[in-house]
């Protein structure tokens, strides 16, 4: 990915998510020659990316760990395009991550991911933090196909845990 790209796709990411949902620019950036570490980008008729969706792809699931448009040009389909472009290329179970349902805005999140066939799980989560010095994160797990058992929850924390958070898991023993 050139250089350019990515200072699109990390402008795009400012711009859509608070500062404890995103890493440092070298921290995103690093993630580039992560193995399991995926860009999917739409773009303009001039080459320009108006949304990304950055995910890790493993034997067990995928983890869509950002989607986000342009805010110039939100609200016109583009997100759930390339939402429904990325499920269509995958017969794993994909996860994502939102806040919980305690405001305006999380609830249109997770009634968006609705709508594309997700579904929001009960189970406790947090996402460590992403940042030196952040606190971990409460938030909730959203899973296509289907929900999950809580005994699948466990094993895609574990997953996310270990492989996208680099922490080790909870209870256990590293």
């Known amino acids: 990915m050139n250089p350019t790209a990515f200072e699109e796709i990390y402008t795009i990411m ?3 998510f608070p500062v404890t949902e995103i890493r440092t620019f070298s921290g995103q950036k690093s993630l580039l020659s992560h193995p399991h ?7 303009d008729t001039e080459n320009r990316i108006q949304a990304f969706l950055a995910a890790w792809e ?3 699931l995928r983890f869509v760990e950002h989607l986000a448009v342009n805010p110039e040009i939100r609200g016109g389909g583009i997100g759930k395009k390339l939402m429904q472009t990325y499920l269509a290329l995958t017969d794993k179970p994909v996860v994502l991550e939102v806040e919980p349902p305690e405001n305006k805005l999380a ?5 968006f991911y609705e709508r594309l066939g997700f579904h929001l799980n009960p189970f406790d989560y947090v996402q460590p933090p992403l940042r ?18 809580l005994q ?6 574990d997953i996310l845990y270990t492989e ?3 922490i080790p898991v909870p209870g256990r023993r590293r």
């Open 152 to 157: 699948e929850f466990r094993m895609f924390r």
């Open 164 to 166: 996208v958070y680099n």
């Open 58 to 60: 493993f034997p067990e």
């Open 14 to 16: 400012e711009a859509s």
């Open 132 to 149: 030196e010095g952040q606190a971990d994160l409460p938030l909730r797990i959203m899973t296509y196909p289907r929900q999950v058992t």
């Open 107 to 111: 609830e249109r999140r997770i009634v």
């Open 37 to 43: 570490y995926r860009l999917h980008t739409e773009l």
